[in-house]
């Protein structure tokens, strides 16, 4: 480091030199340091005169400059400024360059140009696979029945089917004789029969001398007895173990045939059947073994199903 000593009186002379020579040392010291050569007042009036005249003469020759005015005309070509790079201008905090705060300069602005862009979210990609089937939602509701439509046309005639059943029609009836005579005793005797004339589908059992009911419904009953002279008839129409009606016949000089006929509403297993009266009386029924003078029939009127 270099020690410079002040240029003022009383200071201790270094090196044997005066004060004033050390002054005029350090001046020539700081204009090496600087680097830029000391210039008069007169030389810089000669170099600004020089830039006048430059700058006119580059007025004349440009063709821009307009002859009346001297001045050049900044109306420039837009491909002229298409074709030159883009500067930057300036940053916030910086000073524009110095051309650009120019006046007679004209700026050159950065010429912006518009990119299309694409929404990628409206490109439509290749079809992809089928999804599973989902879930059945649940059933709506049923909405108004519509109004009915036009006959449709008529279709060709069908096969002829298959025979059906025959009707089934119920029915029942019986028809039975004696051809022995008897004579009461001293209990009730059911009157038997030893000849069968008709017993559709054996409703009347010949060994018991009873009708069994297996159709339900209105049933037609007969009986018809020849009486024995001098004798008393007396029989009764069973229905179970009632007594319905009673054929009866008093004793007389001459023996007579005697009928009694009823209608009877049976149920299923109903019984009907003939009872000869105990022997209280002298009660006897008359034949012989050639013909039947006995006989007792019944049969259906009308089904209980058929309401």
Same mark, same amino acid.
Request: glycine share 8%; charged share 25%.
């Given at each position: 480091?270099?020690?410079?000593?002040?240029?003022?009186?009383?200071?201790?002379?270094?090196?044997?030199?005066?004060?004033?020579?050390?002054?005029?040392?350090?001046?020539?010291?700081?204009?090496?340091?600087?680097?830029?050569?000391?210039?008069?007042?007169?030389?810089?009036?000669?170099?600004?005169?020089?830039?006048?005249?430059?700058?006119?003469?580059?007025?004349?020759?440009?063709?821009?400059?307009?002859?009346?005015?001297?001045?050049?005309?900044?109306?420039?070509?837009?491909?002229?400024?298409?074709?030159?790079?883009?500067?930057?201008?300036?940053?916030?905090?910086?000073?524009?360059?110095?051309?650009?705060?120019?006046?007679?300069?004209?700026?050159?602005?950065?010429?912006?140009?518009?990119?299309?862009?694409?929404?990628?979210?409206?490109?439509?990609?290749?079809?992809?696979?089928?999804?599973?089937?989902?879930?059945?939602?649940?059933?709506?509701?049923?909405?108004?029945?519509?109004?009915?439509?036009?006959?449709?046309?008529?279709?060709?005639?069908?096969?002829?089917?298959?025979?059906?059943?025959?009707?089934?029609?119920?029915?029942?009836?019986?028809?039975?004789?004696?051809?022995?005579?008897?004579?009461?005793?001293?209990?009730?005797?059911?009157?038997?029969?030893?000849?069968?004339?008709?017993?559709?589908?054996?409703?009347?059992?010949?060994?018991?001398?009873?009708?069994?009911?297996?159709?339900?419904?209105?049933?037609?009953?007969?009986?018809?007895?020849?009486?024995?002279?001098?004798?008393?008839?007396?029989?009764?129409?069973?229905?179970?173990?009632?007594?319905?009606?009673?054929?009866?016949?008093?004793?007389?000089?001459?023996?007579?045939?005697?009928?009694?006929?009823?209608?009877?509403?049976?149920?299923?297993?109903?019984?009907?059947?003939?009872?000869?009266?105990?022997? +209280?009386?002298?009660?006897?029924?008359?034949?012989?073994?050639?013909?039947?003078?006995?006989?007792?029939?019944?049969?259906?009127?009308?089904?209980?199903? +058929?309401?």
């Amino acid at each position: 480091m270099t020690h410079v000593t002040s240029c003022f009186p009383k200071m201790t002379v270094w090196g044997g030199h005066t004060p004033s020579a050390l002054c005029a040392w350090v001046v020539l010291l700081l204009l090496v340091v600087s680097g830029e050569p000391y210039r008069t007042p007169y030389d810089q009036e000669q170099d600004q005169n020089r830039d006048r005249d430059s700058e006119t003469t580059d007025l004349r020759t440009d063709p821009r400059t307009d002859p009346r005015t001297n001045t050049r005309v900044y109306h420039r070509d837009v491909s002229e400024v298409r074709g030159k790079d883009c500067r930057r201008c300036c940053d916030p905090g910086e000073q524009p360059p110095p051309h650009y705060s120019n006046p007679h300069y004209p700026q050159q602005y950065p010429q912006y140009q518009a990119v299309p862009q694409i929404n990628i979210t409206i490109l439509k990609g290749e079809k992809g696979d089928s999804g599973q089937r989902g879930p059945y939602g649940k059933s709506g509701k049923s909405g108004q029945s519509g109004p009915r439509g036009p006959n449709g046309i008529r279709g060709t005639k069908g096969s002829i089917g298959t025979p059906g059943e025959p009707c089934k029609a119920q029915y029942a009836a019986f028809s039975v004789g004696r051809k022995k005579a008897i004579h009461s005793n001293d209990y009730y005797q059911t009157l038997v029969f030893d000849t069968e004339l008709v017993n559709l589908y054996g409703h009347f059992n010949m060994f018991t001398g009873k009708f069994y009911c297996y159709v339900p419904g209105i049933y037609y009953f007969s009986l018809n007895v020849h009486t024995w002279n001098q004798k008393e008839t007396y029989v009764h129409v069973m229905h179970n173990e009632r007594e319905v009606v009673i054929l009866y016949a008093q004793p007389s000089d001459r023996s007579i045939m005697q009928s009694q006929s009823l209608m009877l509403e049976l149920e299923r297993e109903d019984q009907v059947w003939v009872r000869l009266f105990k022997g +209280e009386r002298e009660n006897a029924i008359f034949s012989d073994d050639f013909d039947t003078y006995v006989t007792f029939n019944g049969h259906l009127i009308k089904p209980k199903s +058929e309401g």
